[in-house]
């Protein structure tokens, strides 16, 4: 068996020793004699990995009491609409960032709850840079103020967030467990498991307890965040599968030494792939370098003639998944935590020998 290093932005890479626990449990979680998978998700073992894992995220993100976190299912783009329909209550609008596509996909949801006031955008310049906080019209009478602190597409993150009295919710499904943040200044985190935590089909939702008083009766049972709040993720059945996996990862970062040591070897891969580009000739990244992120890395080749080749070549080296995203192609590297720097440096190496080959 030969595993390769894969660069796909969502499903995307998980840690070979999660894999590797996960598949040593498969069959008998535990002496259950039986997989999580198998488990009613109101047994004691199920609800013992759900704490587990809720324990785990709140000491990795310093997360304390004011805060829940769910477990929400439907996908990060699920909670583009349930984000308005539980927050928005008492308020006529609601304020968001455009940095890029995934938050002009958020801004086109809440459109459906009310008016959007749209703070500054970057979509004059191609989403290459984050606006400057001198440049947001934040209106302080909406309802909460939304940001994708990481463009997943675009490849284009920040991290500073800005002076405002409004709850700031951040989607954070590319970039949570990345780098340190300070929870107590966000109203809300969300994000998809699948790009950094675990496999697709859960939400990881941190809510500080005030906004849940938002949320209606009127809302679907399943989209309520009080109701979720208050049946601890499980007013039906959960992705148990996904929360163990979650779980597992959590327990994997807990052993490394946690967000600051894992923020650390990011920072490092990221500057090894960007030091790389910026030295080609060949290759090419259009993002403002303060706004670059850690996580994607979106280039270009001089010559687009050679990108057939290049996907060609480096998917035969084991460096599976680089095509870009296919709504603006070009190459992208995703490179999350579960990424070695091995596999960076196996990128590079291949890049160069690709530039002096076709150069
Ligand atoms: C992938 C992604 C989403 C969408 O996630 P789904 O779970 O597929 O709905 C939303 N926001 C960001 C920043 C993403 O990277």
Known sequence: M???YNFCSGPAALPEEVLLKAQKEMLDWHGMGMSVMEMSHRSDEFVSILHSAKARLSRLLN???DYEILFVQGGASSLFAQIPANLMTGFSSSSYLDTGVWSTKAIKEAGKYGAVSVVASS???????????????????SAYLHITPNETIGGVEFADLPETNLPIVADLSSTI????IDVSRYGMIYAGAQKNVGPAGVVICIVRKDLLSRSQGSLPTTWNFANLAANDSMINTPPTFAIYLADLVFEWLEQRGGVAAMEAINIEKAELLYRTIDESALYSNHVDVASRSRMNIPFILADESLEKAFLEESEAAGLKTLAGHRSV???????????PIEGVQALVDFMKSFEKRYG
């Open 63 to 65: 997360i304390n009491d």
């Open 2 to 4: 030969s595993r390769v």
């Open 177 to 180: 467990l990345s780098r340190q």
């Open 329 to 339: 192609g070009g190459m992208r590297a995703s490179i999350y935590n579960a990424m």
């Open 123 to 141: 979509k004059g310049d191609n989403y290459s840079h984050v606006p400057q906080f001198s440049d947001w019209k934040i209106d302080e009478s």
